[in-house]
């Protein structure tokens, strides 16, 4: 039954868009953008990339978790700020060198900052960084873990900006010695403390994680950045070993490796074009890892269309599962609701409380821009200033859930909107948007040579790895 729905959610014609074959590899050539959709992604981008720029501590290059609600900072959004900056420059909404001070305040302090095993008073251990750091002090927050994941999204874009200011020039200069000089402290093999694998984190007060990176979800970067290193590098089996603990399966009609929530199919995917290079893995399936994130996509869409437990207003264009906020943990007329949680559909599991979240839709655009795109303009039209505003999409809302009186913080009679941007959540929306139209952060980041040695160690052969650095 499940595969019949899929298939026919597919030829649904309400979203104005023709369904990709399922090729071996994966093409966003085979969409093109119309005028309408062009001025969508204008106005998205450039208010997207305002919540980088605009709420960015300038002082030391601190993006914060979530806006306009107090909070520390998020290293990851400094990662995907980053990057951002190189499209502000490209998009014409910054100077080249008004980016090249922001990023060079910012990688003064990630190189600069305090590293120990002590538990306050420090923003790091073995080059990786705790989770969340005080927006002012950059400090440890509270007691947050020394993350891996974290640093490897803070490394993508600590590495983009090593490739983008290439010029000889003081400012450019220093941005790419510090790059280096950052990327090569983080100590990987410190963090195999169950090898091959890495660790997801490590607290001064009680050692590492009891968790690994394995199975399958946005940890591709992490690896890569590990096989790459030029002073702490794991070895080349840890890639295997983390292919061989792949989920696949088939889920709504698509056959692929599953992650629930769509971030895994896509946080990697930001820094790497996976489009025609494959690893052994991949090979032996006869698709690449960008087929795979269309088809977690569109079973992701496939299952909200069906919606088996009938949440308003989930449709062919309102439609996406990913982690995000929420409206609040309680249950009210026996269902079941969540704040922050990984929300996602997949055979790996399903946490499904009627929350979308617009970046489900927005980190899939290269890889399903026929759905994607619909999805995105839908949403602004049917929510307008409830969902979208002065900094793009606010990060999620549950048009189910109208308990106004229950919490204040977004709950209307006609649903739950959030009143946060999340940068991470904003960042795969800005930079997605980018790489569908231009490729600009795949091409920037294939000239990288770390990328490029740490797929190689992986296994990676084919496409764009067959051609000249």
């Known amino acids: 039954m499940k595969q019949l729905i899929a298939f026919a959610v597919l030829l649904i014609c309400l979203t104005g868009c023709q369904p990709q074959p399922k090729g071996q590899v994966s093409n966003t050539a085979g969409y093109r953008l119309t005028p309408a959709d062009n001025a969508f992604l204008d106005s998205l981008q450039r208010d997207t990339f ?37 499209v502000g420059v490209e998009r014409g909404y910054v100077t080249r060198a008004a980016a ?61 900006a090593q490739t983008y200011f290439d010029q000889n020039n003081p400012a450019e200069t220093e941005i790419r010695q510090l790059a280096e000089q950052i990327y090569r402290r983080a100590d990987w093999t410190w963090f195999q403390t169950r090898s091959p694998y890495v660790s997801m984190g490590w607290h001064p007060e009680r050692g590492f994680i009891k968790a690994d990176w394995k199975g399958y979800n946005e940890a591709m970067l992490l690896y890569v950045l590990a096989l790459a290193s030029p002073t702490h590098p794991v070895g080349p089996e840890v890639w295997s070993a983390w292919t061989q603990s792949y989920p ?101 599991g399903i946490v499904d409380d009627g929350t979308l979240a617009p970046t489900a839709a927005g980190g899939s655009l290269p890889f399903a821009p026929e759905i994607c795109l619909p999805a995105l303009r839908a949403m602004k039209a049917r929510y307008g200033s409830k969902l979208y505003g002065e900094y793009g999409f606010r990060d999620a809302f549950n048009p189910t859930y109208r308990y106004p009186s229950r919490f204040a913080n977004g709950s209307t009679e006609t649903g739950w909107f959030d009143i946060d941007y999340l940068g991470i959540d904003q960042g795969p929306i800005l930079l997605m948007a980018e790489n569908l139209r231009t490729e600009f952060v795949w091409n920037l980041m294939k000239r990288n040579p770390h990328i490029r040695r740490g797929l190689e160690r992986a296994g990676f052969t084919g496409g764009w790895l067959a051609g000249k650095q």
């Open 50 to 86: 305002r919540f980088f720029w605009e709420t960015t501590n300038p002082a030391n290059g601190l993006v914060p978790d979530r806006f306009p609600r107090p909070s520390f900072a998020s290293i990851a959004a400094v990662g995907f700020g980053l990057t951002a900056y190189l």
């Open 100 to 160: 090249a001070e922001r990023t060079l305040q910012t990688l003064r302090f990630f190189a600069n900052a305090p590293q120990s095993e002590q538990a306050t008073g420090i923003a790091g251990h073995k080059g990786f960084f705790y989770h969340f750091l005080d927006m002012k002090t950059g400090e440890r927050f509270r007691q947050v873990e020394l993350s891996t994941i974290d640093t490897a999204l803070l490394l993508g874009g600590v590495l983009s």
């Open 248 to 348: 696949w399966a088939t889920f709504y009609g698509q056959a692929h490796v599953n992650f629930d929530p769509l971030f895994g199919h896509q946080y990697s995917h930001i820094w790497i074009d996976f489009r025609g290079i494959r690893d052994r893995y991949m090979t032996e399936k006869g698709i690449d890892y960008a087929e795979n994130s269309r088809r977690a996509t569109y079973a992701n869409r496939a299952y909200c269309v069906e919606n088996p437990a009938k949440w308003q207003d989930y449709g062919p264009a309102i439609w996406g599962l990913t982690a995000c906020d929420g409206p609040k943990d309680t249950t009210v007329n026996s269902r079941k609701f969540f704040s922050y949680r990984a929300r996602g559909a997949a055979s790996t």
